[in-house]
């Protein structure tokens, strides 16, 4: 049962990247899913989540308009496409998968599963 993570690099500011979180072992339509990151110095911090239903997602303010949160159930994929990317987006993003609310999972960092984290770096 795992989550894997993977769509990370080396980008230049304004340019974009697709993040993908494929799960194994347990099928992602049962849960809430999200992303964070978390800056070399910093705590880890929630960039957006999605509902089970995928009728609801929440996204950390200062990203919104920037980053869009999907999924695919029927590829047990979820993923965040960047766009405009700033230097300080750079970090390593980790996905995950929760049950018991996507605002739960994305403001309290309650999750049953984590991915691994692929590293984002934003710079010219």
């Known amino acids: 049962v795992q989550l894997q993570a993977y769509g990370g690099g080396l980008v230049q500011p304004g340019g974009s990247l697709r993040l993908s979180c494929v799960a194994s072992?347990?099928?992602?339509?049962?849960?809430?899913v999200g992303w964070f990151r978390q800056a070399p110095g910093k705590k880890r911090e929630e960039v957006s989540c999605?509902?089970?239903?995928?009728?609801?997602?929440y996204y950390k303010h200062s990203l919104k308009g920037r980053f869009t949160i999907s999924r695919d159930n029927a590829k047990n994929t979820v993923t965040l496409q960047m766009n405009n990317l700033e230097p300080d987006d750079t970090a390593v993003y980790f996905c995950?998968?929760?049950?018991?609310?996507?605002?739960?999972?994305?403001?309290?960092?309650?999750?049953?599963?984590w991915g691994q984290g692929t590293l984002v770096t934003v710079s010219s």
């Open positions: 995950a998968a929760a049950r018991g609310g996507y605002m739960r999972l994305c403001l309290l960092q309650y999750a049953d599963y």
């Open positions: 999605m509902a089970e239903s995928e009728t609801n997602t």
């Open positions: 072992g347990f099928s992602l339509d049962d849960y809430d």
